[in-house]
């Protein structure tokens, strides 16, 4: 019984690395509802594990100019998440341009797979952005935020999943929806509370804070106007969780 218990939370495990990175996994069979489910609960540590490479992304590339590093670090990013959120990012941009307010009209929207301006602009505006952070990051030695980011960002996704309706009749996201394990998820979520407190201080409450403001304005704009959450909105959750983290953890306290 042990065993197999075992056995179901590292394919869940696994599934989740699968989605999130671009990690060769292979899981054979397939994975079930209920494993793809049971991977939400492990997000935070698959962002955590993301946060480490960025980490060690940045000792590597130690001894180059801190735009250089930074640049090299915001690559490493984009290519060991796949840009799996940034599409959510400008899926929902040009949903929220171009809806109107009309809930129907936005989802189709996020549905079309082509870009309008808007989603060029909020990409660009977001890898920028956190750019930006990250040289500050690197000139300051201020590495905590390199690290928090994507645990912080997947963390919210648990959060958001945990608290808001998921309005799509199907897809991946819906069974997310359906076969999470609540109890699993704000355990972790807990764990994730007391990690960033413990090891990092007032900096750590800061990235907190910022995570917190980021999800719960979000949450506001997504119920408002769709009534509930979308993959597209919690991809775009993701980008700005991060964003908004990452400056927190470079701010002067």
Not at 14 to 22: D, H, I, R, Y
Not at 200 to 214: S, Y
Request: overall charge neutral; aromatic content about 8%.
């Amino acid at each position: 019984m042990t065993r197999s218990i075992c056995k179901q939370q590292w394919r869940a495990l696994l599934t989740g690395v699968q989605f999130l990175t671009t990690v060769p996994v292979r899981i054979v069979p397939a994975p079930s509802t209920s494993e793809i489910g049971g991977s939400l609960s492990y997000y935070p540590l698959i962002g955590l594990l993301v946060g480490f490479v960025l980490w060690s992304s940045v000792h590597l590339f130690a001894g180059v100019d801190a735009e250089l590093s930074a640049a090299l670090t915001l690559v490493v990013w984009v290519v060991i998440t796949g840009g799996l959120h940034l599409d959510g990012l400008a899926d929902s941009a040009d949903a929220w341009h171009g809806g109107r307010g009309d809930p129907l009209r936005m989802l189709a929207i996020m549905k079309d797979p082509h870009c309008g301006p808007a989603a060029v602009v909020w990409v660009v505006l977001v890898l920028l952005t956190k750019y930006g952070a990250l040289v500050s990051a690197l000139t300051h030695h201020l590495n905590s935020a390199v690290l928090l980011a994507p645990c912080l960002g997947r963390a919210a996704v648990v959060s958001l999943l945990l608290t808001t309706p998921y309005v799509r009749a199907s897809g991946l996201g819906t069974a997310l929806a359906e076969h999470y394990t609540k109890t699993s998820c704000v355990v972790w979520l807990v764990c994730v509370v007391a990690f960033v407190i413990y090891f990092f201080n007032e900096r750590g409450i800061l990235m907190l804070l910022a995570a917190i403001v980021i999800l719960f304005g979000l949450r506001r704009l997504m119920l408002r106007n769709i009534g509930g959450s979308t993959g597209d909105t919690a991809g775009a959750l993701v980008e700005l969780t991060e964003t908004a983290v990452l400056v927190a953890g470079v701010m002067p306290i």
